[in-house]
Structure formats: C-alpha cells, structure tokens
T-cell receptor, first 114, second 116 residues
Framework: AQSVAQPEDQVNVAEGNPLTVKCTYS??????LFWYVQYPNRGLQFLLK??????LVKGSYGFEAEFNKSQTSFHLKKPSALVSDSALYFC????????????FGQGTELSVKP | GAGVSQSPSNKVTEKGKDVELRCDPISGHTALYWYRQRLGQGLEFLIY????????KSGLPSDRFSAERTGESVSTLTIQRTQQEDSAVYLCASSLGLVFGANVLTFGAGSRLTVL
C-alpha cells in the first residue's frame, strides 16, 4: 500500500530564513511525488512534482523539492521564506504501478513570522 | 467551465438524513477524485474515477458512502444515514489522467458538510 508521512505538524520560520518541510513516502514501483499548498480560505493549489530525471525539482513561488530515492524522501525547500508563504502544505504520492490513486500526507502548517 | 465546481458549498443536515454532493470537473479531464478533509486534518482519499474504467473505491469509509460519475463529466457523492463523524469538507479534484503522465490535480472549493 502507498503512504505518505509528514512528520511535522507545524514548522515555524523567521522571514528571510530558509525553510524545509519534510515528507517521506512508501510505494510500489517508481514514485510520482507532488507538493500542494492550501492558503487560508482558499483551495488547494499545485506547487511542484517529481516524475523522473533531475532529483531537484523547481516549482511555483520559488519553492523546490529534492527527491532522495535511498531515503524515500521528497522534502520541500525555499531559500528565503516570506510571510506570505504561511499556509498548509501537503505532500502526495502515486505509485507507478498503482493506477491514478493519489495519497496525501496529513499536512504541515508553515508559519513565517516577520 | 474554467475550474472544478462543487455544490452545495455548505450543507447542514440532521443525523440520519441522506446527502448528495455534486462535482463538475474541468471539461476534458478524464480523471476525477473525491477526498474528505476533517477539521484540522489531512486529505483522506475516498474514490477515484478514470474514464470508463471501474472506479477505485478503496477509500470509501463505509457502505453508507457511494459515488457515481456520468461518463467523463459530473460526479455525485452520496452519504446515506449521515452521522456526526461525517462532518467535514468534501473536496473534488479532476485531472487529465494517466496518459498525460503524472496527474496534476485541480481542486474545487469543497462542500462543507455539517451533521447535527
């Protein structure tokens, strides 16, 4: 069965500092990995995805994520956090041989303080 | 339409009543998903439709939950004999489907269900 773990319920960062939101996964076959963001009172939005190729993936709003096969991780990163980055972040995974079923993690609340 | 449309946006019902939630996906999107998001929690997978294939119902929590989809368009999620633990936001999403590679989902605004 496929699963996603986001070990931190909340991450607090000062504006201008780098941020990392952690994600680990378990799937059969090659993983397809995603990050989505949910801003307050707004719908879920796609940030970035890893399919194949370069392990470092760049996405919207200056975010990037690094795929690490040996550690089965796909951590979300940003070099310099903004207050406006404060939101709920979800990691999601689909197994390459498990059809289109997409499983989400429990979410990590990112809070960026001025 | 331009986005995924869900209705109603809010539904308050009494315990034991049946409710029906509707989702209009983006035109041309062959894949459609339903998720449940309880207050302060993550997204719980419910069901996935892909074209004319049999749906993946592995996430439906009980036989009180069912969903249908008409071809590659509208989907309805039905909850029978609602219970208080069914209170949540029900999110629908659609995507172009597997033939286009990893499926990026576009989400609707959700239907907030409150069971009294």
């Amino acid at each position: 069965a496929q699963s996603v773990a986001q070990p931190e319920d909340q991450v607090n960062v000062a504006e201008g500092n780098p941020l990392t939101v952690k994600c680990t996964y378990s799937v059969s076959g090659n993983p397809y990995l995603f990050w989505y963001v949910q801003y307050p009172n707004r719908g879920l939005q796609f940030l970035l995805k890893y399919i194949t190729g370069d392990n470092l993936v760049k996405g919207s709003y200056g975010f990037e994520a690094e795929f690490n096969k040996s550690q089965t991780s796909f951590h979300l990163k940003k070099p310099s956090a903004l207050v406006s980055d404060s939101a709920l972040y979800f990691c999601a995974v689909r197994g390459g041989n498990q059809g289109g079923k997409l499983i989400f993690g429990q979410g990590t609340e990112l809070s960026v303080k001025p | 339409g331009a986005g995924v449309s869900q209705s109603p946006s809010n539904k308050v019902t009494e315990k034991g009543k049946d409710v029906e939630l509707r989702c209009d996906p983006i035109s041309g999107h062959t894949a459609l998903y339903w998720y449940r998001q309880r207050l302060g929690q993550g997204l719980e997978f419910l069901i996935y439709f892909q074209g004319n294939s049999a749906p993946d119902k592995s996430g439906l929590p009980s036989d009180r939950f069912s969903a249908e989809r008409t071809g590659e368009s509208v989907s309805t999620l039905t909850i029978q004999r609602t219970q208080q633990e069914d209170s949540a936001v029900y999110l629908c999403a659609s995507s172009l489907g597997l033939v286009f590679g990893a499926n990026v989902l576009t989400f609707g605004a959700g239907s907030r269900l409150t069971v009294l």
